[in-house]
């Protein structure tokens, strides 16, 4: 990591990871299944004739019922482990900023993210958005 510690937060929190994007295509997936096994079984025709649905048919929903159930738990579990570690990972940089500051660096931005009229950051306080008060 590099010494903008702003800009690693911001690349670290606003890209998906590789991990979130495929805990979002197997939502998308459960999501699919869950929809699928609360459709109605369908009468079909065959010539002139209704044919009913068959008891296969409903054990096929159960069956993708039951996959998305255990598939969602999966995803649970997913987004729990991907939580705790973007909160691990939030407060190891909470430590480095607080590091920063008892050597005396302090954590103030480089000149160029000052507005060229004001002198003000264009993107509110680091200090307040670390500083864990909320």
Same mark, same amino acid.
Request: aromatic share 6%.
């Given at each position: 990591?590099? !010494?903008?510690?702003?800009? !690693?937060?911001?690349?670290?929190?606003?890209?998906?990871?590789?991990?979130?994007?495929?805990?979002?295509?197997?939502?998308?997936?459960?999501?699919?299944?869950?929809?699928?096994?609360?459709?109605?079984?369908?009468?079909?025709?065959? /010539?002139?004739?209704?044919? #009913?649905?068959?008891?296969?048919?409903?054990?096929?929903?159960? /069956?993708? *019922?039951? *996959? *998305?159930?255990?598939?969602?738990?999966?995803? !649970?579990?997913?987004?729990?482990?991907?939580? #705790?570690?973007?909160?691990?990972?939030?407060?190891?940089?909470?430590?480095?900023?607080? *590091?920063?500051?008892?050597?005396?660096?302090?954590?103030?931005?480089?000149?160029?993210?000052?507005?060229? #009229?004001? /002198?003000?950051?264009?993107?509110?306080?680091?200090? !307040?958005?670390?500083?864990?008060?909320?």
């Amino acid at each position: 990591m590099n !010494d903008d510690l702003y800009f !690693d937060y911001l690349l670290q929190m606003g890209a998906m990871s590789p991990e979130e994007e495929k805990l979002a295509r197997r939502q998308a997936q459960v999501d699919m299944l869950r929809a699928q096994s609360m459709q109605a079984p369908q009468a079909q025709q065959a /010539g002139r004739v209704v044919v #009913a649905p068959s008891w296969t048919q409903a054990l096929a929903q159960v /069956g993708q *019922a039951y *996959a *998305a159930h255990r598939g969602q738990k999966q995803l !649970d579990q997913g987004y729990t482990d991907q939580s #705790a570690k973007n909160v691990d990972y939030v407060k190891a940089l909470r430590d480095r900023v607080a *590091a920063r500051r008892a050597a005396g660096k302090g954590s103030t931005p480089p000149a160029a993210a000052m507005l060229p #009229a004001t /002198g003000k950051r264009p993107y509110g306080e680091e200090d !307040d958005l670390f500083s864990g008060a909320m």
